[in-house]
């Protein structure tokens, strides 16, 4: 099975950058996948990671270590707009190709003035 | 892209009636998703659509669901008896871009009574 860990909520000041953890344990790892979620809407993708290091997308960020079994989202700059839930996504090749994604409980993330 | 499209936005129901939720994706795609989200909880894997048969499919999905994809365009989620636990966001998902990641629709929500 899968298992991913990331922290409940967070709390950040506008302007601010806020690093919010994810691990995870799987098998036939094909990838990691952020995504944002305000409250009442679908998930929308932010970034991918397959291979070690660093992706910079704009005022986002996100890294992986595939042996440590780690990523984190690197938020800078922070609006007010930011304020929603950030969840981890795990991807595995599913039996017929694609991504069957598997998504941790999410990050509530709070930016305050 | 031209977005996923799904409807009802919001159904309410009677327990052991049966639902049907829609979603329009481009016609051209091969891999389509089921996802939903109970209220405060992570979003949950249903059953993953490829090449107009199932793929992959949870343990959340037994005998009570089923998806068609009719007409080659539409795509169905049905939900044979409704019960209470069906209450739920419902996410149709289609695969895009090179990474593979899953483009949610805007949700159907459903509220058994």
């Known amino acids: 099975g899968q298992n991913i860990d990331q922290p409940t909520e967070m709390t950040a000041t506008e302007g601010a950058i806020v690093q919010i953890n994810c691990t995870y344990q799987?098998?036939?790892?094909?990838?990691l996948f952020w995504y944002q979620q305000h409250a009442g809407e679908a998930p929308t993708f932010l970034s991918y990671?397959?291979?070690?290091g660093l992706e910079e997308k704009g005022r986002f960020s996100s890294f992986l270590s595939r042996s440590k079994g780690y990523s984190y989202l690197l938020l800078k700059e922070l609006q007010m707009k930011d304020s929603a839930s950030y969840l981890c996504?795990?991807?595995?090749?599913?039996?017929?190709?694609?991504?069957?994604?598997?998504f941790g409980t999410g990050t509530q993330l709070k930016v305050e003035l | 892209e031209p977005e996923v499209t799904q409807t009802p936005s919001h159904q309410v129901t009677q327990m052991g009636q049966e639902v049907i939720l829609r979603c329009v994706p481009i016609?051209?795609?091969?891999?389509f998703y089921w996802y939903r989200q109970i209220l405060g909880q992570k979003v949950e894997f249903l059953v993953s659509?490829?090449?107009?048969?199932?793929?992959?499919k949870s343990e959340i999905f037994d005998d009570q669901f089923s998806v068609e994809r009719p007409d080659g365009s539409n795509f169905t989620l049905k939900i044979r008896s409704t019960k209470l636990e069906d209450s739920a966001m419902y996410f149709c998902?289609?695969?895009?871009?090179?990474?593979?990641?899953?483009?949610f629709g805007e949700g159907s929500r459903l509220t058994v009574l």
């Open positions: 996504a795990v991807a595995r090749l599913g039996s017929r190709g694609g991504n069957k994604l598997t």
């Open positions: 799987t098998s036939g790892f094909n990838g």
């Open positions: 990671n397959v291979l070690d």
């Open positions: 016609s051209n795609h091969l891999y």
């Open positions: 659509f490829y090449n107009n048969e199932i793929s992959e």
């Open positions: 998902a289609r695969r895009q871009g090179l990474t593979g990641e899953l483009f």
